[in-house]
Protein backbone atom coordinates (compact mmCIF):
# COMPACT_ATOMS: atom_id res chain seq x y z
CA UNK A 1 0.00 0.00 0.00
CA UNK A 2 1.58 3.81 -0.82
CA UNK A 3 0.16 6.67 0.91
CA UNK A 4 -0.49 9.57 -1.07
CA UNK A 5 -0.50 13.64 -1.11
CA UNK A 6 -2.24 15.10 -4.09
CA UNK A 7 -1.50 18.74 -4.71
CA UNK A 8 -4.27 20.42 -7.30
CA UNK A 9 -3.01 23.90 -9.01
CA UNK A 10 -5.98 24.26 -11.91
CA UNK A 11 -8.97 25.29 -11.70
CA UNK A 12 -11.91 23.07 -13.17
CA UNK A 13 -13.37 23.67 -16.62
CA UNK A 14 -10.49 25.87 -17.57
CA UNK A 15 -8.48 22.52 -17.56
CA UNK A 16 -8.79 18.74 -16.94
CA UNK A 17 -5.92 19.07 -13.94
CA UNK A 18 -8.52 18.17 -11.25
CA UNK A 19 -10.48 15.40 -12.84
CA UNK A 20 -7.23 13.62 -13.92
CA UNK A 21 -6.58 14.66 -9.95
CA UNK A 22 -10.15 12.94 -8.97
CA UNK A 23 -9.85 9.85 -11.13
CA UNK A 24 -6.27 9.21 -10.31
CA UNK A 25 -7.69 9.66 -6.39
CA UNK A 26 -9.87 7.20 -7.20
CA UNK A 27 -8.17 4.65 -9.06
CA UNK A 28 -5.71 4.80 -5.82
CA UNK A 29 -8.41 3.64 -3.64
CA UNK A 30 -9.46 1.15 -5.83
CA UNK A 31 -5.98 -0.62 -6.30
CA UNK A 32 -5.87 -0.53 -2.49
CA UNK A 33 -3.60 2.67 -1.69
CA UNK A 34 -4.50 5.47 0.19
CA UNK A 35 -4.84 9.01 -0.22
CA UNK A 36 -3.87 11.15 3.02
CA UNK A 37 -5.22 14.44 1.99
CA UNK A 38 -6.38 16.64 -1.26
CA UNK A 39 -4.55 19.95 -1.36
CA UNK A 40 -5.31 22.82 -3.12
CA UNK A 41 -3.34 25.61 -4.43
CA UNK A 42 -3.56 28.38 -6.91
CA UNK A 43 -6.29 28.64 -9.21
CA UNK A 44 -7.01 24.85 -7.54
CA UNK A 45 -9.06 26.49 -5.27
CA UNK A 46 -11.70 26.96 -7.44
CA UNK A 47 -12.53 23.58 -6.96
CA UNK A 48 -14.20 24.59 -3.76
CA UNK A 49 -16.78 26.98 -5.33
CA UNK A 50 -20.48 26.18 -4.48
CA UNK A 51 -21.13 28.73 -7.73
CA UNK A 52 -20.12 26.94 -10.10
CA UNK A 53 -22.92 26.21 -12.09
CA UNK A 54 -22.26 23.82 -15.09
CA UNK A 55 -25.06 22.69 -17.95
CA UNK A 56 -26.22 18.96 -17.00
CA UNK A 57 -23.78 17.21 -19.03
CA UNK A 58 -21.18 18.91 -17.95
CA UNK A 59 -19.15 17.98 -15.20
CA UNK A 60 -19.27 19.75 -11.32
CA UNK A 61 -15.87 19.14 -9.95
CA UNK A 62 -17.00 21.09 -6.29
CA UNK A 63 -19.86 18.39 -6.44
CA UNK A 64 -17.73 15.51 -7.83
CA UNK A 65 -15.06 16.40 -4.78
CA UNK A 66 -18.18 16.31 -2.16
CA UNK A 67 -18.95 12.56 -3.17
CA UNK A 68 -15.91 12.11 -3.25
CA UNK A 69 -14.97 13.18 0.41
CA UNK A 70 -18.28 11.42 1.41
CA UNK A 71 -17.51 8.10 -0.13
CA UNK A 72 -13.80 7.91 0.62
CA UNK A 73 -13.49 10.42 4.07
CA UNK A 74 -10.37 12.05 2.61
CA UNK A 75 -9.73 15.39 4.20
CA UNK A 76 -10.11 18.50 1.35
CA UNK A 77 -7.93 20.95 2.38
CA UNK A 78 -7.67 24.20 0.70
CA UNK A 79 -4.84 26.80 1.33
CA UNK A 80 -6.85 29.82 2.63
CA UNK A 81 -4.78 32.87 1.15
CA UNK A 82 -4.90 31.36 -1.68
CA UNK A 83 -8.70 30.79 -1.78
CA UNK A 84 -9.45 34.74 -0.40
CA UNK A 85 -7.14 35.97 -2.95
CA UNK A 86 -9.60 34.44 -5.69
CA UNK A 87 -13.15 35.50 -4.00
CA UNK A 88 -13.33 31.88 -2.14
CA UNK A 89 -15.23 32.66 1.35
CA UNK A 90 -15.97 30.33 4.08
CA UNK A 91 -18.54 31.88 6.74
CA UNK A 92 -16.98 32.50 9.30
CA UNK A 93 -14.12 34.41 7.38
CA UNK A 94 -13.85 38.25 7.79
CA UNK A 95 -17.21 38.45 8.83
CA UNK A 96 -18.90 37.60 5.14
CA UNK A 97 -22.56 36.14 6.15
CA UNK A 98 -22.32 34.19 3.11
CA UNK A 99 -20.30 31.84 1.73
CA UNK A 100 -18.96 29.96 -0.99
CA UNK A 101 -17.07 27.49 -0.07
CA UNK A 102 -18.50 24.14 -0.04
CA UNK A 103 -18.75 22.39 3.34
CA UNK A 104 -17.00 19.18 2.09
CA UNK A 105 -13.84 21.48 1.78
CA UNK A 106 -11.61 22.93 4.88
CA UNK A 107 -9.55 26.09 4.91
CA UNK A 108 -6.27 25.43 6.30
CA UNK A 109 -3.09 27.18 6.14
CA UNK A 110 -0.16 25.65 3.84
CA UNK A 111 1.47 23.87 7.02
CA UNK A 112 -1.11 21.57 6.66
CA UNK A 113 0.31 20.05 3.54
CA UNK A 114 4.15 20.21 4.85
CA UNK A 115 3.37 19.39 8.06
CA UNK A 116 2.51 15.51 6.53
CA UNK A 117 5.27 15.40 4.10
CA UNK A 118 7.58 16.38 6.70
CA UNK A 119 6.21 13.51 9.12
CA UNK A 120 7.21 11.47 6.37
CA UNK A 121 10.67 12.99 6.07
CA UNK A 122 10.93 11.29 10.14
CA UNK A 123 9.65 8.21 9.11
CA UNK A 124 12.10 7.97 5.89
CA UNK A 125 13.32 4.34 7.22
CA UNK A 126 9.66 2.84 7.31
CA UNK A 127 9.65 2.80 3.80
CA UNK A 128 6.04 1.57 3.67
CA UNK A 129 5.05 4.32 5.81
CA UNK A 130 6.50 7.30 3.49
CA UNK A 131 3.95 9.69 1.62
CA UNK A 132 4.29 10.61 -2.35
CA UNK A 133 3.49 14.06 -2.57
CA UNK A 134 1.53 14.32 -6.08
CA UNK A 135 1.33 17.57 -7.68
CA UNK A 136 -1.53 17.78 -10.28
CA UNK B 1 21.11 12.77 1.83
CA UNK B 2 18.75 14.41 3.88
CA UNK B 3 15.40 14.21 2.78
CA UNK B 4 14.21 17.55 0.54
CA UNK B 5 11.62 19.38 -0.79
CA UNK B 6 12.76 20.62 -3.93
CA UNK B 7 10.45 23.94 -5.35
CA UNK B 8 11.53 24.54 -8.88
CA UNK B 9 10.40 28.39 -9.86
CA UNK B 10 9.62 28.50 -13.54
CA UNK B 11 8.07 31.62 -14.23
CA UNK B 12 8.83 35.12 -14.53
CA UNK B 13 8.17 37.72 -11.93
CA UNK B 14 5.24 40.17 -12.29
CA UNK B 15 2.90 38.10 -15.09
CA UNK B 16 1.65 35.71 -13.41
CA UNK B 17 0.92 34.58 -9.49
CA UNK B 18 3.44 31.79 -9.85
CA UNK B 19 6.67 33.33 -9.26
CA UNK B 20 4.97 33.98 -5.76
CA UNK B 21 2.95 31.21 -5.13
CA UNK B 22 6.37 29.28 -5.39
CA UNK B 23 7.81 31.80 -3.09
CA UNK B 24 5.13 31.50 -0.55
CA UNK B 25 5.33 27.75 -0.81
CA UNK B 26 8.67 27.68 0.20
CA UNK B 27 7.95 29.70 3.01
CA UNK B 28 4.82 27.48 4.19
CA UNK B 29 7.09 24.21 3.83
CA UNK B 30 10.08 25.66 5.94
CA UNK B 31 7.82 27.05 8.52
CA UNK B 32 7.09 23.40 9.80
CA UNK B 33 10.69 22.34 9.55
CA UNK B 34 10.85 21.15 5.90
CA UNK B 35 14.25 21.40 4.35
CA UNK B 36 13.66 23.21 1.20
CA UNK B 37 15.78 23.33 -1.92
CA UNK B 38 15.04 26.11 -4.77
CA UNK B 39 15.83 26.22 -8.01
CA UNK B 40 15.08 28.74 -11.12
CA UNK B 41 14.58 27.19 -14.11
CA UNK B 42 13.69 29.25 -17.50
CA UNK B 43 11.69 32.01 -17.39
CA UNK B 44 12.31 31.67 -13.16
CA UNK B 45 16.15 33.25 -13.84
CA UNK B 46 14.20 37.00 -15.08
CA UNK B 47 13.35 37.35 -11.20
CA UNK B 48 16.90 37.48 -10.00
CA UNK B 49 17.47 40.56 -12.29
CA UNK B 50 18.75 43.09 -9.91
CA UNK B 51 16.88 45.70 -12.34
CA UNK B 52 13.88 45.15 -11.46
CA UNK B 53 11.56 48.32 -11.40
CA UNK B 54 7.55 47.22 -10.40
CA UNK B 55 6.71 50.11 -8.71
CA UNK B 56 5.47 51.30 -11.41
CA UNK B 57 2.70 48.56 -12.02
CA UNK B 58 1.97 48.90 -8.09
CA UNK B 59 4.45 45.80 -7.34
CA UNK B 60 6.67 44.60 -4.98
CA UNK B 61 10.19 43.57 -6.05
CA UNK B 62 10.76 39.77 -6.51
CA UNK B 63 14.42 39.88 -6.19
CA UNK B 64 14.18 42.19 -2.52
CA UNK B 65 11.62 39.01 -1.44
CA UNK B 66 14.17 36.64 -2.68
CA UNK B 67 17.01 37.76 -0.45
CA UNK B 68 14.79 37.27 2.67
CA UNK B 69 14.78 33.23 1.88
CA UNK B 70 18.20 32.87 3.58
CA UNK B 71 16.41 34.37 6.98
CA UNK B 72 14.06 31.77 6.26
CA UNK B 73 16.25 28.80 6.45
CA UNK B 74 16.45 28.22 2.48
CA UNK B 75 20.03 28.72 1.97
CA UNK B 76 19.99 25.97 -0.83
CA UNK B 77 19.45 27.79 -4.05
CA UNK B 78 19.81 26.35 -7.49
CA UNK B 79 19.91 28.40 -10.98
CA UNK B 80 19.91 26.48 -13.96
CA UNK B 81 22.62 27.38 -16.28
CA UNK B 82 21.20 26.33 -19.43
CA UNK B 83 18.23 28.42 -18.90
CA UNK B 84 20.65 31.82 -18.11
CA UNK B 85 22.73 30.90 -21.21
CA UNK B 86 19.68 30.60 -23.47
CA UNK B 87 17.85 34.39 -22.02
CA UNK B 88 20.91 35.74 -21.87
CA UNK B 89 22.09 35.37 -25.56
CA UNK B 90 18.05 36.45 -26.55
CA UNK B 91 18.45 39.48 -24.76
CA UNK B 92 22.23 40.24 -25.90
CA UNK B 93 21.78 39.28 -29.09
CA UNK B 94 24.83 37.52 -28.90
CA UNK B 95 25.66 34.23 -29.70
CA UNK B 96 27.34 31.82 -27.92
CA UNK B 97 28.19 34.13 -25.94
CA UNK B 98 31.35 33.30 -23.93
CA UNK B 99 31.14 34.24 -20.37
CA UNK B 100 27.83 34.89 -20.52
CA UNK B 101 26.95 33.64 -16.60
CA UNK B 102 29.48 36.16 -15.23
CA UNK B 103 27.86 38.99 -17.51
CA UNK B 104 23.99 37.59 -16.43
CA UNK B 105 24.99 37.78 -12.58
CA UNK B 106 26.40 40.98 -12.53
CA UNK B 107 23.02 41.96 -13.47
CA UNK B 108 21.42 40.04 -10.91
CA UNK B 109 20.83 40.41 -7.13
CA UNK B 110 22.19 37.22 -5.82
CA UNK B 111 25.95 37.77 -6.57
CA UNK B 112 26.25 39.60 -3.12
CA UNK B 113 23.20 39.01 -0.90
CA UNK B 114 21.91 35.79 -2.38
CA UNK B 115 23.72 33.04 -2.87
CA UNK B 116 23.44 30.40 -5.48
CA UNK B 117 24.48 27.49 -6.90
CA UNK B 118 24.86 27.36 -10.62
CA UNK B 119 23.84 23.83 -11.84
CA UNK B 120 24.30 22.46 -15.36
CA UNK B 121 22.19 19.60 -16.48
CA UNK B 122 23.62 16.60 -15.16
CA UNK B 123 23.44 18.22 -11.76
CA UNK B 124 19.91 19.29 -11.97
CA UNK B 125 19.15 15.44 -12.80
CA UNK B 126 20.68 14.91 -9.28
CA UNK B 127 19.56 17.32 -7.58
CA UNK B 128 15.83 15.94 -8.63
CA UNK B 129 16.63 12.42 -8.91
CA UNK B 130 17.40 13.15 -4.80
CA UNK B 131 14.16 15.44 -3.87
CA UNK B 132 11.66 13.79 -1.55
CA UNK B 133 9.05 15.55 -3.24
CA UNK B 134 9.06 18.17 -5.61
CA UNK B 135 6.89 21.26 -6.43
CA UNK B 136 7.14 22.88 -9.67
CA UNK B 137 5.43 26.47 -10.06
Known amino acids: MQRFAIFVTKSPYDSRNAESALRFCEAAITAGHRIEQVFFYQSGVHNSSTFLDLNTDEIN????????????????????????????????QKSKPDSNLAAAFTPVGMSEYFSALNENAKNEKDAASTIKSIQF | MSAYLLIISTHAPYHSSFAMDAYEAALGATNVGLEVRFLFQGNGVFQLLSAQTPAGIQHKNMAKKLKALPLFDIEDIYVCSKSVALRFEAISGQNHAQNYTNEFFEKISISDELEAQIVNEQELNILMANASHILRF
Not at chain 1, 75 to 81: E, G, K, R, W
Open chain 1, 61 to 92: MCKRWSEFKLANDVPLNLCVTAAARRGIVAED
